[in-house]
């Protein structure tokens, strides 16, 4: 076969041939425009199933992954400022008698303020405590350590140690911090409890994620003073709350 060309022979005698030539017709065709267009549906489809995929399982990743920094924020600043209010009055008592053995100790009580707050939008509080260091690990005067917890305008937890010179930031993404104050049987704000009397601190902080788009819907949650607030972004929020006690002022 050559250039689709058949060529047949038929040889009848001897002396006489005859050639029958017969041309057969290329079978080769190209694509259709219907079939072209069918095929490029169906890879677009493809690539829009792929392309929703992915961007499902990229916002379904920062979605978990807020969502872990925003708890891990939350366990931190509970931590930080819980173990701040339960040391708050600590007295670092000497066991070291100038005479006798039998001698009691020079100090039983903790002299000083040991624990106050201011009302706000939000709350701030300022604990004292016998420390080498204060909340900024800069070496505390006198060996006690003051410590002023806030939140400044951008929404960051900072603290003001005695020992520093100048605030610094703790925490970002922290949005409110109330605080109620154990005065006796029932829990009040800083400017009604009597500080002298306070036994036990009733803490809120309210933390949000730390990337916006996150939620498929404006988020609807309760704040720290309880109330049902409809969020103006679609930031994931949170509120952690807890009930210290001042070890130095129960028995």
């Known amino acids: 076969m050559k250039s689709g060309i058949l060529n047949f022979v038929f040889q009848a005698a001897p002396n006489n041939m005859q050639v029958t030539t017969f041309r ?92 106050t707050g201011t009302d706000g939008a939000p ?50 993404d922290v949005e409110d911090m109330q605080i109620l104050y154990g005065d006796g049987s029932k829990y009040v704000a800083a400017g009604t409890a009597v500080m002298a009397n306070v036994t036990a601190v009733r803490l809120c902080v309210l933390i949000r994620s730390s990337e916006d788009s996150l939620a498929p819907q404006k988020q609807t949650y309760i704040d720290c003073n309880g109330n049902s607030v409809t969020a103006t972004d679609w930031r994931v929020r949170r509120a952690f709350s807890a009930t210290y006690n001042l070890r130095n002022r129960t028995s």
């Not at 219907?34 to 792929?50: D, K, T």
């Not at 204060?134 to 003001?160: E, H, M, T, W, Y």
């Open 123 to 172: 709350d701030s509080i300022t604990v004292s405590y016998d420390a080498a260091t204060d909340c900024l690990n800069a070496a505390a005067p006198g060996g006690r350590a003051v410590n002023a917890f806030s939140i400044n305008a951008s929404k960051q937890l900072i603290c003001l140690g005695n020992g520093s010179a100048t605030s610094q930031v703790l925490l970002d």
């Open 24 to 115: 057969a017709k290329s079978k080769e065709s190209g694509l259709t425009m219907v079939e072209l267009m069918v095929a490029m549906a169906i890879g677009l489809f493809l690539v829009a199933v792929i392309a929703t995929l992915f961007v499902g399982a990229k916002q379904t990743y920062r979605s978990q992954d807020n969502l872990s920094r925003l708890q891990e924020n939350g366990r931190f600043a509970m931590e930080l400022l819980g173990r701040n209010i339960r040391d708050a009055g600590y007295t670092n008592i000497s066991f070291a008698p100038p005479a006798s053995l039998y001698a009691p100790p020079s100090a039983t009580s903790f002299s000083g303020t040991a624990i």
